[in-house]
């Protein structure tokens, strides 16, 4: 049990079988507490052998072990198996690490949950591990597609865990459905590479492309389909309209899932597979843009909310777009480091603003205030992960941060360049704006707050303003220590770059973010700059902020129109056409049947005149070849 | 006038008789007209095969022409007893009367 | 000039005069008489085809058999209607069409035909072939007769049956 390939094997089985026991044994699953702790043991363990696989990992090694699923004639048409290279080690750690701590954090988040509904929070809980653990260590397409799928059913089934909350319904139905719009693309694009290649698995695809062998004829088509996938899993634009609405479920689910999970289970396709979007670089230009415009559109539109959540989840669709603007400029190792710096410090402020939730009751920032008194030590760590998120140096974001851009940069996409440095100043701002409001300054209103007000979101809890108990804090620090210790690594070792990077950029990052900050605490603490003011300046950009830009409108105004006129066409050729000719047979055979049987007369000598007409006929037919 | 007679003559009285007996089928009302009427019919179909039965030697055909004879008498008989009783039923001679069979 | 085609030409306008009165006389008693004479005519017919024994079998059966059940029938129908039965004719026009429709039909398929050939020679005795063939070739078909007649007569007998 000391190569990397049956440790990962071991961390990927572990979630299989804590899912399978909690989802058989109901008995153990109706003790939510209970679940709980078997769940927790399992992800222990498989965080352990993601460690060691880890470090026993070498950078250009790898091992795969696959068994075969569909047999074709020669050889096998789809394998399953794990494919454990650098890359999928250390996303494996990600994976776990996270899935771990979110899993300790929920005993204490829902607490005060039913102990049945607890249970099936758990259930599905390692029914995500599998898959993610699945998907990350998959060693072909068509394990990663199905995985893709199942994180993607998880990711409902986990949105919409307090199920009888509609808007908690709606919003995990309409992850799945945006989510699904990509998957298609996904799938086609599976399906067109394996009508080139002949095979689904990464190892001998890598081997064609290296060779040359792969005809790069209309293949654009081909990793176009494959970017759509991502673009509906990482909430790119237009496809980002989910992630918002997913903020509906529990916090913990959306650290995990949409913040350094699932959502960035495009990211990593996109790093799988780069070898392959590499010859096409007309597609990889395309998703640079998209991904700097998406970190754009999503920063503004993080100004503008109240929801800490919401800020949150627009935050994680803009660094998503900061990750594949870095895949765009074709430096992929920026985007994947930045994936993983994020994923530690996005689960810190989602895992923090949980944490805020439950004390307060309430999401609304606006109902926060000076909560630094109250609770210290979850200012403290959301303080370490919105300073990593903004970018300051010594933090855990800065580096990866800067990489991106140095990516960019080098990659020559100049307009997606200064639209990342904006993101970054807005970053900045609309982070402290947050910090300023409910961290420091001048606590809300308290009375309506102890009675579990409408704006909270059925957090459980409220009206206890103190810091959350220990097994919440736990992961909260942990992953504050591992943010500060991954920038001043970064610090420490400053490795090799694949680019050259100008002299000016790094004073540029750091001075946007200090830029961010210095404004939110002008505009929110001090009160120099009116909030007001900015408003009014900005009050076009504003009020679609607030609208989101009609996306969402337009997307349910062509579902409706598409769905909607579709079955309208689809019901009027059954009615008309379909039953109609039914209708129309049916008629003429009873008029018909009605006229034919006055023919009847009952009079012997009327069926006479119809034999000697038939006579006649016959003999004419008779005499007609004449 | 020609030596004899054609084959073709005979079948020219067998038709006209068939025709006028068709007629009588179809006009008459009265239900005994109309058996008159099949007589008709009958009687010059058993000249067509008497005259194809001389015309081509074969006895055959006469021989068709006795059991026609023979069951033609049987099915008059019958028929006409069916009308009595018919008649003895219903009181009408109008065949029009007789459209039990309407549909 | 031989007498065939005279006889053939008086009897067919014989036949096809009566024929004429069978269907168009409004009293029905006449018309059976009328009957009577085609079915004599036939019989003459038959005489020129040489079918000396069809020609017996006709005025044997046709006229005097089935005349006199017509006879009969009428009578006793008349009888039961209670009135004399007059024969008043429906849509004779369209029978008209329609039975001319069959006469020209078959007429033109007649003379289309290449039947002009004049009469063979007599083989021999028609009524000894007949006998012959009936009793050897047609056996089966003439004991099938007997049957159909046993089949009538009791069909008779039951129709004639008092009601009890």
Redesign the interface.
């Known amino acids: 049990m000391t190569d990397p390939g049956s440790l990962v094997t071991l961390a990927l089985l572990l979630p299989a079988a804590t899912f399978f026991l909690l989802a058989l044994a109901y008995p153990l699953r109706r003790r939510g507490r209970a679940a709980g702790i078997v769940s927790l043991v399992g992800a222990a363990v498989a965080l352990a052998a993601a460690l060691r696989a880890w470090q026993l990992q070498s950078a250009e090694g790898f091992t795969r072990i696959v068994t075969e699923w569909i047999p074709q004639e020669s050889g096998s048409l789809a394998t399953v198996g794990v494919l454990a290279d650098a890359d999928s080690t250390v996303m494996l750690v990600l994976v776990a690490l996270v899935s771990f701590l979110v899993q300790l954090y929920s005993l204490g988040y829902l607490a005060t949950e039913p102990p049945a509904s607890l249970g099936r929070y758990y259930v599905y809980q390692a029914l995500f591990a599998f898959s993610m653990m699945g998907l990350v260590l998959a060693p072909g397409f068509v394990q990663l597609f199905i995985c893709w799928e199942l994180v993607g059913l998880c990711s409902y089934l986990l949105i919409g865990y307090w199920y009888d909350r509609p808007e908690a319904a709606r919003a995990a139905v309409k992850a799945f459905w945006v989510t699904k719009a990509g998957d298609v693309g996904l799938l086609v694009g599976i399906v067109l590479l394996w009508l080139r290649a002949g095979t689904f698995d990464f190892l001998e695809l890598y081997d064609l492309v290296r060779a040359g062998q792969l005809p790069i004829a209309g293949l654009g088509l081909v990793t176009f389909c494959i970017y759509l996938g991502a673009v509906g899993k990482s909430a790119q634009f237009p496809l980002h309209v989910w992630l918002p609405d997913a903020m509906e479920g529990p916090t913990p689910v959306s650290a995990l899932i949409h913040a350094a999970t699932m959502v960035t289970a495009g990211v990593y396709l996109l790093k799988r597979t780069n070898w392959l979007f590499a010859l096409t670089p007309d597609v990889l230009v395309l998703v640079g843009w998209i991904g700097a415009f998406t970190a754009l559109l999503a920063a503004v539109l993080a100004c503008v909310q109240s929801d800490i959540k919401r800020v949150l989840a627009y935050s994680t669709v803009s660094q998503l777009g900061y990750m594949m603007a870095a895949m765009g400029a074709g430096f992929a190792a920026a985007g994947f480091l930045h994936l993983l710096t994020h994923g530690i410090f996005k689960a810190l402020l989602f895992l923090g603003a949980g944490a805020v939730i439950h004390a307060v009751g309430s999401n609304d920032i606006y109902r926060m205030g000076g909560l630094r008194r109250h609770m210290p030590q979850t200012t403290i760590v959301f303080l370490v992960g919105t300073l990593s998120l903004a970018g300051i140096p010594l933090f855990g974001g800065f580096f990866s941060k800067e990489e991106i851009l140095g990516a960019v940069w080098s990659g020559g996409l100049s307009v997606p360049f200064w639209m990342l440095v904006t993101a970054a100043f807005l970053t900045a701002f609309y982070m402290f704006r947050v910090v300023f409001i409910a961290f420091f300054g001048v606590p809300a209103a308290p009375a309506p707050l102890a009675q579990g007000a409408p704006g909270g979101h059925g957090a459980p809890g409220g009206g206890h303003l103190h810091d959350a108990p220990p097994v919440m804090t736990l992961p909260l620090w942990l992953l504050a220590v591992l943010s500060v210790g991954i920038g001043v690594y970064f610090t420490a070792h400053h490795g090799e770059p694949e680019f050259s990077a100008p002299g000016w950029l790094t004073p540029l990052a750091i001075a946007v973010a200090v830029g961010g900050i210095a404004m939110a605490w002008l505009t929110y603490s001090r009160r120099v700059i009116s909030a007001d003011l900015l408003a009014e300046i900005f009050a076009p950009i504003r009020r679609a902020a607030l609208a989101r830009f009609w996306l969402d409108d337009l997307f349910e105004g062509l579902y409706r129109g598409a769905v909607l006129g579709l079955s309208a066409a689809v019901g009027w050729v059954d009615r008309y056409l379909v039953d109609g000719v039914v209708n129309v047979l049916s008629a003429w055979t009873l008029t018909g049947g009605d006229r034919l049987?006055?023919?009847?007369?009952?009079?012997?000598?009327d069926y006479?005149?119809g034999l000697?007409?038939g006579?006649?006929l016959l003999?004419?037919w008779?005499?007609w070849p004449r | 006038m020609p030596a004899s007679v054609s084959l073709q003559g005979y079948l020219i009285l067998a038709a006209v008789l068939f025709a006028v007996g068709l007629f009588g089928v179809v006009t008459r009302r009265n239900t005994i007209g109309i058996l008159l009427g099949i007589e008709l019919m009958l009687n010059a179909v058993n000249i067509n095969l008497v005259a194809f039965a001389r015309f081509n030697g074969d006895p055959v055909g006469m021989v068709f022409t006795l059991f026609t004879i023979s069951i033609t008498v049987a099915e008059v008989a019958l028929g006409l007893a069916l009308v009595i009783l018919i008649f003895r039923v219903r009181r009408t001679a109008i065949a029009d009367h007789l459209d039990l069979l309407r549909g | 000039m031989s007498l065939e085609p005279i006889a053939f030409g008086a009897l067919a306008v014989l036949l096809v005069a009566s024929a004429l009165a069978v269907v168009l006389t409004k009293n029905l008693f006449h018309s059976v008489l009328w009957l009577a004479l085609t079915l004599t005519g036939t019989a003459g017919i038959f005489l020129t085809l040489d079918a000396e024994f069809l020609a017996a079998v006709q005025l044997l059966l046709y006229a005097g058999g089935v005349v006199t059940i017509a006879v009969f029938a009428i009578v006793v129908t008349e009888r039961l209607v209670g009135d004399r039965i007059t024969q008043t004719s429906r849509q004779i026009f369209s029978g008209l069409i329609i039975a001319g429709a069959v006469l020209v039909g078959l007429l033109t398929f007649i003379l289309r035909a290449p039947l002009t050939r004049p009469r063979p020679p007599l083989a021999g005795d028609f009524t000894r072939a007949i006998g012959d063939a009936v009793l050897t070739r047609f056996v089966l078909s003439f004991e099938l007769l007997g049957m159909l007649f046993l089949a009538a007569l009791l069909g008779a007998l039951y129709f004639a049956r008092p009601d009890d």
């Open positions: 049987r006055r023919m009847q007369t009952g009079l012997p000598q006479v005149y000697a007409v006579l006649l003999l004419i008779v005499q």
